[in-house]
């Protein structure tokens, strides 16, 4: 059987459109984030890929799985893995919800409706940021806050990458009910540019992400450790930037990604952003702290 390192796509942590373990995170913590990264990198790469069948896709995912576990021949990823959560004494249950989504990304081709998006996303986004949480020791009393950053992350994934998904892997994230409410289907996906039904369903999609979005504009300042406060409002305001220009741009025929340039100034807004929220935290426990004096 294909090893799962041969499936890599070659992309890394560096390409993707949110910052991963950047400078912000310190240096103690970014390799357990990278080797995170990198075994779910190669379940992702070996879901999308466009030759393989979905049983073999599923056999793979599950020896990686077993390799996690310590059951049997380890691929790389996951022996490193599987060491890196010994050492810190963490768990592998959000490396293995990562890996039922991609279960699911293998096999379940359509989505029902927005709930049915948001449990598939409980599985593909929000154990990422619960494990960086759970790396930094962070209270679990962020999750509902992280959850809603990353649902809102994937699907603002979803509609950019809509076109092409559907094209190489005839995989449709838009949910079924909101394409027929706005009389169209997923045959739109195909064209060079979005029909204005498509274009109204995506418009939905893209405003109740917002909506989703706002559950976080408070987590930078939730969590304890002051660089990855700054790395989640820097993810935080780059995904406001990606949905404000999804309301304005067709993803189908226009560019929505950011440039480097693009990004920058999209991070340093919510670095700033995040240091005043931070402040406000800290004046706010300060007075508390007077009164109860």
């Known amino acids: 059987m294909?090893?799962?390192?041969?499936?890599?796509?070659?992309?890394?942590?560096?390409?993707?459109?949110?910052?991963?373990?950047?400078?912000?995170?310190?240096e103690r913590h970014r390799p357990a984030i990278l080797a995170f990264y990198e075994f779910v990198r190669v379940a992702d790469d070996i879901a999308d890929h466009a030759e393989l069948s979905a049983p073999e896709k599923i056999a793979l995912l599950d020896r990686l799985e077993a390799g996690l576990l310590g059951r049997g021949e380890a691929e790389p990823v996951a022996a490193r893995l599987r060491a890196v959560l010994a050492e810190r004494g963490l768990s592998p249950r959000h490396a293995q919800d990562l890996l039922t989504a991609f279960r699911m990304d293998a096999t379940k081709l359509r989505y029902r409706d927005w709930d049915d998006l948001i449990h598939y996303c409980s599985y593909s986004a929000m154990p990422v940021g619960r494990f960086v949480l759970d790396v930094h020791g962070e209270n679990r009393s962020t999750w509902p806050a992280n959850d809603a950053l990353c649902a809102a992350l994937q699907i603002i994934n979803h509609v950019q990458d809509c076109g092409k998904d559907y094209a190489s892997l005839?995989?449709?994230?838009i949910p079924q009910d909101a394409l027929a409410r706005h009389g169209t289907g997923v045959?739109?996906?195909a064209e060079p540019r979005t029909s204005p039904e498509l274009r109204s369903c995506l418009r939905e999609l893209v405003e109740r992400t917002a909506v989703l979005l706002r559950g976080a504009e408070h987590?930078?300042?939730?969590?304890?450790?002051?660089?990855?406060?700054l790395e989640i409002a820097v993810i935080y305001r780059v995904a406001q930037v990606l949905t404000q220009r999804l309301l304005r741009r067709d993803p189908l025929s226009e560019r929505v990604h950011l440039s480097k340039a693009a990004f920058a100034a999209a991070g340093i807004g919510g670095a700033v952003e995040?240091?005043?929220?931070?402040?406000?935290?800290?004046?706010?426990?300060?007075?508390?702290?007077?009164q109860d004096a």
Not at 170 to 173: A, E, I, L, P, S
């Open 219 to 229: 987590f930078s300042a939730q969590v304890n450790d002051l660089r990855l406060g």
């Open 170 to 173: 005839d995989r449709v994230y």
């Open 187 to 189: 045959g739109a996906l």
């Open 2 to 26: 294909t090893s799962a390192a041969e499936l890599r796509s070659g992309k890394g942590h560096h390409d993707e459109n949110f910052p991963v373990a950047s400078w912000l995170i310190h």
């Open 274 to 290: 995040g240091l005043f929220r931070r402040a406000g935290r800290w004046m706010g426990a300060g007075r508390q702290s007077a």
